[in-house]
């Protein structure tokens, strides 16, 4: 069975400093990895996605997330965080024909 | 505009009573999911469908039930079985179930209390 850790549930941040999110997931199989964000009170939003070809990956608003297979890891980073980057980020696994498999979530909250 | 729709957003029940959930998509998709997000848990699947007339359980199913007689249409049931019923629910959507490079999209969300 597939299964995703984030490794902190809270990551408090000032702004326009660096972060990174952690996320570890398990997997016999290959598997294709995403970011989502989650605003307050809302649905969840696709950051990005690795699907194959370049390990690093980035999405529109400035954040990227790199692919390490001998560490099974998707870590997200982002240079410098904006108060707008609060949310909440989940990392997903998709390893074939099955629903996502979500981590638990991670909070970041920047702080003016 | 392309999308998926959840009513209502908030959603008050006495406990005992079921109360349908629902959820529309007008993206063509093929896979629909239902999702409960509670604090600190993340995300878990209760059913999944990927193609009409058809349905899955998840990890969470018990106290829930659903259908999926339209493409574009998958209500969720929450049942008086269901014992902790107040929490978070997401419908998503995907284009293609089978794939799994497919992007998943969701709706906005429905919060439920049960009183």
């Known amino acids: 069975a597939q299964s995703v850790t984030q490794l902190d549930s809270q990551v408090p941040v000032f702004e326009e400093a660096p972060v990174e999110l952690r996320c570890n997931y398990s997997?016999?199989?290959?598997?294709?990895l995403f970011w989502y964000v989650q605003y307050p009170n809302q649905g969840l939003q696709l950051l990005l996605k690795?699907?194959?070809?370049?390990?690093l990956v980035k999405s529109i608003n400035g954040f990227e997330a790199e692919f390490n297979k001998s560490q099974t890891s998707f870590h997200l980073r982002k240079p410098s965080v904006h108060i707008s980057d609060t949310a909440e980020y989940f990392c997903?696994?998709?390893?074939?024909?099955?629903?996502?498999?979500f981590g638990k979530g991670t909070r970041l909250s920047v702080i003016a | 505009d392309g999308g998926i729709t959840q009513s209502p957003k908030y959603l008050f029940r006495k406990e005992g009573q079921n109360v349908t959930l629902s959820c529309e998509q007008n993206l063509n998709h093929d896979a629909m999911y239902w999702y409960r997000q509670d604090p600190g848990q993340g995300l878990r699947l209760i059913y999944y469908?990927?193609?009409?007339?058809?349905?899955q359980k998840g990890d969470i199913a018990e106290g829930y039930s659903v259908s999926r007689e339209k493409k574009e249409s998958f209500p969720l049931t929450v049942t008086s079985a269901q014992k902790n019923p107040t929490a978070f629910y997401l419908c998503?959507?995907?284009?293609?179930?089978?794939?799994?490079?497919?992007?998943?999209?969701f709706g906005p969300g429905t919060r439920l209390t049960v009183l």
């Open positions: 998503a959507s995907r284009s293609r179930g089978a794939l799994s490079t497919d992007t998943q999209y």
């Open positions: 997903a696994v998709s390893p074939g024909n099955t629903p996502l498999v």
């Open positions: 469908s990927q193609i009409v007339n058809d349905f």
């Open positions: 997997s016999s199989v290959s598997v294709y």
């Open positions: 690795y699907l194959s070809g370049s390990t």
